[in-house]
Nanobody, 121 residues
Framework: QVQLVESGGGSVQAGGSLRLSCAAS????????MGWFRQAPGKEREGVAA???????SYADSVKGRFTISKDHAKNTLYLQMNSLKPEDTAMYYC???????????????WGQGTQVTVSS
């Protein structure tokens, strides 16, 4: 059974930083694309960043240059370092695993429960 558990969310002021973690069990990161998604109230879930099995990364334009996705293979943990946070980054953040690296949520098989990020101005 694949399980993903996010942590690290919280409340920060604009310009601040947070690091999200996603601990995985039941498989290894080397076999899946891992992605971070977010969903704000009343909005659709959107892809934020993804890292493929070969460690290649991609980012949504809205976070490029501010967010960094990374993996710790030994710990089977995915991270999202978020710097220069803006109020529009406020959302529930989810990690997900799937066979293809894309920002379509339907392509991901496994999801965590989410962690809330709130950025105040």
């Amino acid at each position: 059974q694949v399980q993903l558990v996010e942590s690290g969310g919280g409340s920060v002021q604009a310009g601040g930083s947070l690091r999200l973690s996603c601990a995985a069990s039941g498989y290894t990161y080397s076999t899946y694309c891992m992605g971070w998604f977010r969903q704000a109230p009343g909005k659709e879930r959107e892809g934020v960043a993804a890292v493929d099995s070969d460690d290649s990364t991609s980012y949504a334009d809205s976070v490029k240059g501010r967010f960094t996705i990374s993996k710790d293979h030994a710990k089977n943990t995915l991270y999202l370092q978020m710097n220069s946070l803006k109020p529009e980054d406020t959302a529930m953040y989810y990690c997900a695993a799937g066979p293809l690296c894309d920002y379509d949520p339907d392509l991901y098989n496994y999801w965590g429960q989410g962690t809330q990020v709130t950025v105040s101005s």
